[in-house]
């Protein structure tokens, strides 16, 4: 009885043994990952440069639509409908509309080790020279990481483009309408 207690505590302490050594040397998990991914976008700023990116594309959009308007109807484009307008994009792509898909997209595409060296990178710590091969690759995977959270983007962002038609054209029939109604049909 007494050598398979032995057996069974030496079974219990071997497993023991495996399971620590497994979660020692394991890659982090994807909570952990995730983790990271949140940190780096804080420390890179990415935010405040969602932010000037997606006002710049606004200010393109509206004076787009100015020129559209202004050649085709030779009016111009009210201030309340291009402030409706800009407020439709700033809220459908406000930043945190996509923060928590952008530090997935990051967890599944960036190794832990990368993500720490871009950490590091962004807070000012140098880069080691043993790991320039790690921030190269890392690098190599931005054009990537670009093509799916555009795509990301489209696919979690209703738009506003079919709303800001709806504005436009209902402007310009309101502008026809009062010179059809001076009109004479003698």
């Given at each position: 009885?007494?050598?398979?207690?032995?057996c069974n505590r030496?079974?219990?302490?071997?497993?023991?043994?495996?399971?620590?050594?497994?979660?020692?040397?394991?890659?982090?998990?994807?909570?952990?990952?995730?983790?990271?991914?949140?940190?780096?976008?804080?420390?890179?700023?990415?935010?405040?440069?969602?932010?000037?990116?997606?006002?710049?594309?606004?200010?393109?959009?509206?004076?787009?639509?100015?020129?559209?308007?202004?050649?085709?109807?030779?009016?111009?484009?009210?201030?309340?409908?291009?402030?409706?307008?800009?407020?439709?994009?700033?809220?459908?792509?406000?930043w945190e509309n996509?923060?928590?898909?952008?530090?997935?997209?990051?967890?599944?595409n960036l190794s832990?080790?990368?993500?720490?060296?871009?950490?590091?990178?962004?807070?000012?710590?140098?880069?080691?020279?043993?790991?320039?091969?790690?921030?190269?690759?890392?690098?190599?995977?931005?054009?990537?990481?670009?093509?799916?959270?555009?795509?990301?983007?489209?696919?979690?962002?209703?738009?506003?483009?079919?709303?800001?038609?709806?504005?436009?054209?209902?402007?310009?029939?309101?502008?026809?309408?009062?010179?059809?109604?001076?009109?004479?049909?003698?």
């Amino acid at each position: 009885m007494l050598a398979i207690t032995k057996c069974n505590r030496g079974k219990h302490v071997a497993t023991l043994s495996l399971l620590c050594a497994v979660l020692l040397i394991a890659p982090p998990s994807l909570g952990d990952a995730l983790a990271d991914a949140r940190l780096l976008l804080r420390v890179s700023n990415t935010a405040e440069h969602f932010e000037t990116r997606t006002q710049f594309q606004v200010s393109n959009i509206l004076r787009t639509y100015a020129s559209i308007v202004a050649m085709e109807s030779d009016v111009e484009l009210p201030a309340g409908i291009r402030s409706a307008i800009a407020e439709c994009y700033t809220q459908e792509y406000a930043w945190e509309n996509f923060q928590g898909g952008f530090a997935e997209i990051i967890a599944e595409n960036l190794s832990p080790q990368q993500i720490q060296l871009l950490i590091g990178f962004y807070r000012n710590r140098g880069l080691p020279p043993s790991q320039i091969d790690t921030f190269k690759a890392t690098i190599a995977k931005a054009e990537l990481i670009a093509a799916i959270s555009a795509d990301y983007i489209f696919r979690n962002s209703p738009g506003c483009a079919h709303r800001d038609v709806q504005l436009i054209n209902a402007f310009i029939d309101s502008q026809s309408l009062p010179s059809l109604l001076g009109t004479s049909f003698e």
